[in-house]
């Protein structure tokens, strides 16, 4: 892959991972929305997280650009 492709992909990525997280914060889809959760108690520590469908959601993207737009733009 050349490095002007990579650098596209990544931008796409990143942008559009942004975007579905910040659509969950402002509007309260909280399937969306990342949420962080780490506790320490007596019976030790606790870290989670959930919500990794913009993740998804942004890998997707970056798949379809890659099969389907690619060739067009």
Request: charged share 15%.
């Amino acid at each position: 892959m050349r490095k002007e492709e990579f650098v596209k992909c990544l931008a796409l990525f990143l942008f559009s991972t942004g975007f579905l997280y910040g659509v969950g914060e402002t509007y309260n889809v909280t399937w969306l929305q990342f949420q962080f959760l780490g506790e320490f108690n007596e019976s030790g520590f606790y870290v989670s997280f959930s919500s990794l469908i913009p993740l998804l959601g942004g890998v997707l993207i970056v798949a379809l650009y890659e099969k389907l737009f690619k060739r067009f733009i």
